[in-house]
């Protein structure tokens, strides 16, 4: 089992930066892919960014080009590294990590969730 910790979020003004760090305890050696995901309430969670164990990445239209996802293995921690912050960026921050992917069923057999960092970013 692999549990998740994010830490790094807070209030921003716009146009600064954050760096949300996510550190993961446990079985870490099974993640495969880590995402970065957010959530405003009352609207469905949407993903931000990914990365993979081989070190391939994924951003989100919304956050590319000023947006950096990041693994440091040996520290066992996931960063998402965000520039020129909008207040659309507002949002609930939530880090996931994933394993046992299967093809033929477009989903992974295990998914564990961190409980999430707030960021809040003030025009």
């Known amino acids: 089992q692999v549990q998740l910790v994010e830490s790094g979020g807070g209030l921003v003004q716009a146009g600064g930066s954050l760096t949300l760090a996510c550190t993961a305890s446990?079985?870490?050696?099974?993640?495969?892919?880590m995402r970065w995901y957010r959530q405003v309430p009352g609207k469905q969670r949407e993903l931000v960014a990914e990365?993979?164990?081989?070190?391939?990445?994924y951003y989100d239209d919304s956050v590319k080009g000023r947006t950096t996802i990041s693994r440091d293995n040996a520290a066992n921690t996931l960063y998402l590294q965000m520039n020129s912050l909008k207040p659309e960026d507002t949002a609930v921050y939530y880090c996931a990590a994933y394993d046992g992917w299967v093809a033929t069923m477009n989903w992974y057999e295990y998914d564990y969730w961190g409980q999430g960092t707030q960021v809040t970013v003030s025009s």
């Open positions: 990365i993979t164990d081989r070190g391939d990445t």
């Open positions: 446990g079985m870490v050696f099974s993640i495969t892919t």
